[in-house]
């Protein structure tokens, strides 16, 4: 009988895993209902699921029993330590007394209680993943061997989940890359467009000059000699003003001023040249010339930063231009090593010519003899490395023709690039969250102390690369200034100079400082609301916590704790809940003017007002990561309670890069909490639920009541306020439910 029940608890497990595999693609969500039916199944009190990174390293995804810092900080290299070595042999290990096993003896265990444990490897193919670590039994036992086989059979599945979100991941960032090249081939054909108006008009007129002046002496029998000098000198200055027009076309078409408009980002170079090298273009070029081409890159390089559209121009230019040279039977070799600088290497099988290797040199003469266009890629591709501040050297060597890239490494620039992809990030999510229009994020040059804006959503890339603003000046520079939030229900009645821009089509708006220790370092700007409502008092305390939290990041930004794979971790956690803010449905006024109303009726203070109006607009965030149809359904088995009851969990992850209040998280947590202690995920009871985490219930229970529902009517306010109080003592606070009933009446009803 214990076999049959052990079989059935294992079977309801494994189809639990695999319920959730088809409900949600969320990464964090599938690690934490596998860790957490593998503990429970083992009556276990610590467990952890770890993750291979690119730098070779397991780093913990999820954990329990654990500290929070131990978690976010801990790394180890493949083939160190237990889960390092186990993982090494892509293993499945049952460990009664650690004190006894040779292969484990030596290692440190001082956060665990008992000798016994189990490290089981996540295997995909040939492919590493991960590994899943069971510790420390509850009443103090050994593991068992069935045990172990459990954890086998939970750890085949977990390669599955994360093998499908990882191929689901990689699906969407690349549909989110070729957007944003999309998106700026639309916008380069329009410049171009405008380019040539421009161009044309300015090589019109004086050509139309020259023309009719030609003319004129052509069709006039007898001048006058001062006459005649003076249409010469008409023609003569005509054409130096085009002479001058066509050299700044050529300075134009150099990308002399290539770096301005560079939109830089953290590129893994591996993965593009991987890319690249298996692009349809370039191997039709390499199979028409019987090209051997060969790519050597060292597999633990770190990224580096640049404008990720032209660095994959710069290296199809760079080998399509290469191959131009060669003949049938060549070879090209190109290899990546990583030391204090990047180096880049191409090395192809035949000399070029040296008039080719000497105009590149000599930019200014390039021009001047008309070349084709693949003998023009050696050129572009060395202007496309420069624009970037890199060294490009071409020559030839004995019977081979070499190309050295060199990429300086500078920690300081990848985190300046950090700082600006996230706050473009941070930007989207606030826009999103508190549906604006526009919303940017500005921060103080180290130098000139100017703002200037590192993170948009909403506003022209010109005005993003030219805003800069005076400490004291406008509206950014005023709150800069004094240091304090500046709320504008109308900005024409503010006595500040220049006070308004033209793409700002309400007058309302937003400005808040950002300040680490007490020093302003920037301004949270938010502008136009989508409902064209004025920003009020609510949109303040909003606005204050979320300022706060931008504050916070940067701090820890700019304090060179993060490396870069830890930055390109949040670069993608922010990624990722940007794309669950833009699909919440949760955002509706009234969630957080009934919390903000009760919260003012039971005397809290303005701080506790402002968490808990920030809390209201993001407590379910977790949902949108569950399946449509889990959430319609009628009836839920106990597999779906189990997944639907990790929503709290995955909101807390989804906001983890940014939001270091352990308060905060609590109060999200446990807002399906019951005041009776029936209620999940700890069972509090009473005082024990944070107070923002009893309004929320409350709250969230009527708005899901006055919803429609697939498998419902929506209740009447009415019905839905007498369900409430029905619940007062059992499921709500009943000083909560009092609250909320006056601030019904009083303002709803």
Same mark, same amino acid.
Not at 177 to 206: A, C, G, Q, V
Not at 383 to 401: C, L, V, Y
Not at 469 to 489: D, F, M, R, T, Y
């Given at each position: 009988?214990?076999?049959?029940?052990?079989?059935?608890?294992?079977?309801?497990?494994?189809?639990?895993?695999?319920?959730?595999?088809?409900?949600?693609?969320?990464?964090?969500?599938?690690?934490?209902?596998?860790?957490?039916?593998?503990?429970?199944?083992?009556?276990?009190?610590? +467990?952890?699921?770890?993750?291979?990174?690119?730098?070779?390293?397991?780093?913990?995804?999820?954990?329990?029993?654990?500290?929070?810092?131990?978690?976010?900080?801990?790394?180890?290299?493949?083939?160190?330590?237990?889960?390092?070595?186990?993982?090494?042999?892509?293993?499945?290990?049952?460990?009664?007394?650690?004190?006894?096993?040779?292969?484990?003896?030596?290692?440190?265990?001082?956060?665990?209680?008992?000798?016994?444990?189990?490290?089981?490897?996540?295997?995909?193919?040939?492919?590493?993943?991960?590994?899943?670590?069971?510790?420390?039994?509850?009443?103090?036992?050994?593991?068992?061997?069935?045990?172990?086989?459990?954890?086998?059979?939970?750890?085949?599945?977990?390669?599955?989940?994360?093998?499908?979100?990882?191929?689901?991941?990689?699906?969407?960032?690349?549909?989110?890359?070729?957007?944003?090249?999309?998106?700026?081939?639309?916008?380069?054909?329009?410049?171009?467009?405008?380019?040539?108006?421009?161009?044309?008009?300015?090589?019109?007129?004086?050509?139309?000059?020259?023309?009719?002046?030609?003319?004129?002496?052509?069709?006039?029998?007898?001048?006058?000699?001062?006459?005649?000098?003076?249409?010469?000198?008409?023609?003569? /200055?005509?054409?130096?003003?085009?002479?001058?027009?066509?050299?700044?076309?050529?300075?134009?078409?150099?990308?002399?001023?290539?770096?301005?408009?560079?939109?830089?980002?953290? *590129?893994?170079?591996? +993965?593009?040249?991987?890319?690249?090298?298996?692009?349809?273009?370039?191997?039709?070029?390499?199979?028409?010339?019987?090209?051997?081409?060969?790519?050597?890159?060292?597999?633990?390089?770190?990224?580096?930063?640049?404008?990720?559209?032209?660095?994959?121009?710069?290296?199809?230019?760079?080998?399509?231009?290469?191959?131009?040279?060669?003949?049938?039977?060549?070879?090209?070799? &190109?290899?990546?090593?990583?030391?204090?600088?990047?180096?880049?290497?191409?090395?192809?099988?035949?000399?070029?010519?040296?008039?080719?290797?000497?105009?590149?040199?000599?930019?200014?003469?390039?021009?001047?003899?008309?070349?084709?266009?693949?003998?023009?890629?050696?050129?572009?591709?060395?202007?496309?490395?420069?624009?970037?501040?890199?060294?490009?050297?071409?020559?030839?060597?004995?019977?081979?023709?070499?190309?050295?890239?060199?990429?300086?490494?500078?920690?300081?620039?990848?985190?300046?690039?950090?700082?600006?992809?996230?706050? /473009?990030?941070?930007?989207?999510?606030?826009?999103?969250?508190?549906?604006?229009?526009?919303?940017?994020?500005?921060?103080?040059?180290?130098?000139?102390? /100017?703002?200037?804006?590192?993170?948009?959503?909403?506003?022209?890339?010109?005005?993003?690369?030219?805003?800069?603003?005076?400490?004291?000046?406008?509206?950014?520079?005023?709150?800069?200034?004094?240091?304090?939030?500046?709320?504008?229900?109308?900005?024409?009645?503010?006595?500040?100079?220049?006070?308004?821009?033209?793409?700002?089509?309400?007058?309302?708006?937003?400005?808040?400082?950002?300040?680490?220790?007490?020093?302003?370092?920037?301004?949270?700007?938010?502008?136009?609301?989508?409902?064209?409502?004025?920003?009020?008092?609510?949109?303040?305390? *909003?606005?204050?916590?979320?300022?706060?939290?931008?504050?916070?990041?940067?701090?820890?930004?700019?304090?060179?704790?993060?490396?870069?794979?830890?930055?390109?971790?949040?670069?993608?956690?922010?990624?990722?809940?940007?794309?669950?803010?833009?699909?919440?449905?949760?955002?509706?006024?009234?969630?957080?003017?009934?919390?903000? +109303?009760?919260?003012?009726?039971?005397?809290?203070?303005?701080?506790?007002?402002?968490?808990?109006?920030?809390?209201?607009?993001?407590?379910?965030?977790?949902?949108?990561?569950?399946?449509?149809?889990?959430?319609?359904?009628?009836?839920?088995?106990?597999?779906?309670?189990?997944?639907?009851?990790?929503?709290?969990? &995955?909101?807390?992850?989804?906001?983890?890069?940014?939001? +270091?209040?352990?308060?905060?998280?609590?109060?999200?947590?446990?807002?399906?909490?019951?005041?009776?202690?029936?209620?999940?995920?700890?069972?509090?009871?009473?005082?024990?639920?944070?107070?923002?985490?009893?309004?929320?219930?409350?709250?969230?229970?009527?708005?899901? &009541?006055?919803?429609?529902?697939?498998?419902?009517?929506?209740?009447?306010?009415?019905?839905?306020?007498?369900?409430?109080?029905?619940?007062?003592?059992?499921?709500?606070?009943?000083?909560?439910?009092?609250?909320?009933?006056?601030?019904?009446?009083?303002?709803?009803?």
């Amino acid at each position: 009988m214990e076999t049959l029940q052990s079989f059935e608890k294992k079977f309801l497990i494994l189809q639990e895993i695999s319920s959730m595999i088809a409900a949600t693609k969320d990464i964090i969500s599938l690690a934490y209902t596998i860790l957490d039916r593998a503990i429970e199944y083992t009556n276990a009190e610590k +467990g952890s699921l770890m993750l291979k990174n690119e730098m070779n390293e397991l780093y913990i995804l999820a954990a329990r029993g654990f500290d929070p810092l131990f978690i976010r900080n801990y790394k180890i290299r493949i083939g160190e330590g237990i889960a390092g070595i186990i993982a090494q042999d892509h293993d499945a290990v049952l460990v009664k007394d650690i004190e006894k096993d040779e292969r484990f003896r030596r290692a440190k265990r001082d956060r665990y209680k008992t000798k016994s444990f189990i490290s089981c490897s996540i295997v995909s193919g040939e492919s590493l993943l991960g590994v899943i670590n069971i510790n420390d039994k509850t009443d103090g036992m050994d593991f068992t061997e069935d045990e172990l086989r459990l954890l086998k059979a939970i750890a085949y599945q977990a390669a599955i989940a994360f093998e499908n979100a990882f191929l689901i991941s990689q699906l969407r960032k690349k549909a989110a890359e070729l957007e944003d090249i999309n998106r700026r081939l639309i916008e380069t054909d329009m410049d171009k467009n405008e380019f040539i108006t421009r161009i044309s008009h300015e090589l019109r007129s004086p050509l139309n000059s020259i023309k009719g002046s030609v003319y004129f002496l052509l069709h006039s029998e007898k001048l006058h000699r001062n006459k005649i000098d003076e249409f010469c000198n008409i023609i003569l /200055d005509e054409t130096n003003g085009l002479v001058s027009i066509v050299e700044n076309l050529i300075d134009f078409l150099r990308l002399e001023n290539e770096a301005m408009v560079m939109k830089k980002s953290l *590129i893994n170079l591996s +993965g593009l040249l991987d890319d690249i090298t298996k692009s349809k273009g370039l191997n039709i070029i390499l199979k028409e010339k019987n090209i051997d081409f060969r790519l050597n890159v060292d597999r633990h390089i770190q990224d580096i930063t640049g404008d990720k559209i032209k660095v994959s121009s710069l290296f199809i230019n760079l080998l399509e231009g290469v191959s131009h040279y060669l003949e049938n039977g060549d070879s090209i070799e &190109m290899s990546v090593s990583d030391d204090t600088v990047l180096h880049i290497s191409l090395s192809a099988s035949r000399n070029i010519s040296e008039d080719v290797i000497a105009n590149l040199s000599k930019s200014k003469y390039f021009f001047y003899k008309e070349w084709s266009f693949d003998e023009m890629r050696l050129y572009i591709a060395k202007k496309s490395a420069e624009a970037h501040g890199w060294t490009f050297e071409a020559k030839n060597s004995a019977d081979n023709f070499l190309v050295v890239i060199r990429i300086p490494k500078s920690m300081q620039e990848t985190v300046e690039t950090s700082v600006n992809m996230i706050m /473009d990030l941070f930007a989207d999510f606030v826009s999103e969250l508190l549906s604006i229009n526009i919303c940017s994020i500005m921060l103080k040059d180290e130098l000139t102390s /100017d703002l200037t804006i590192r993170g948009a959503k909403g506003l022209d890339d010109e005005i993003v690369r030219h805003t800069r603003i005076n400490v004291g000046e406008q509206i950014a520079g005023w709150v800069a200034a004094e240091g304090k939030p500046l709320l504008v229900e109308d900005v024409e009645k503010l006595d500040l100079k220049r006070r308004h821009i033209p793409q700002y089509n309400t007058k309302s708006l937003l400005s808040l400082p950002l300040k680490i220790n007490d020093k302003v370092i920037g301004i949270l700007n938010l502008n136009n609301k989508k409902t064209s409502e004025v920003f009020d008092k609510k949109d303040l305390y *909003i606005g204050q916590v979320i300022a706060e939290r931008i504050s916070g990041l940067l701090a820890k930004l700019y304090s060179g704790d993060y490396n870069p794979d830890e930055l390109n971790r949040m670069i993608a956690s922010f990624g990722n809940l940007v794309d669950v803010t833009k699909k919440y449905y949760k955002k509706e006024k009234l969630l957080s003017d009934l919390v903000f +109303g009760i919260m003012d009726k039971l005397g809290a203070s303005e701080a506790e007002k402002q968490k808990a109006m920030y809390i209201s607009m993001v407590y379910d965030l977790g949902l949108v990561s569950m399946d449509d149809s889990l959430l319609a359904k009628r009836e839920l088995l106990s597999s779906d309670l189990q997944s639907l009851r990790q929503h709290p969990s &995955m909101t807390v992850e989804l906001l983890d890069a940014f939001e +270091g209040s352990e308060e905060m998280k609590k109060a999200i947590l446990h807002h399906h909490e019951r005041y009776d202690g029936a209620g999940y995920p700890s069972g509090l009871k009473g005082a024990e639920i944070p107070l923002i985490s009893r309004v929320i219930s409350v709250v969230d229970s009527y708005r899901a &009541m006055i919803s429609e529902k697939p498998y419902r009517r929506s209740f009447s306010p009415e019905e839905a306020l007498q369900d409430i109080k029905t619940g007062a003592g059992s499921r709500y606070d009943p000083d909560i439910v009092r609250a909320f009933e006056e601030v019904l009446k009083e303002e709803f009803l």
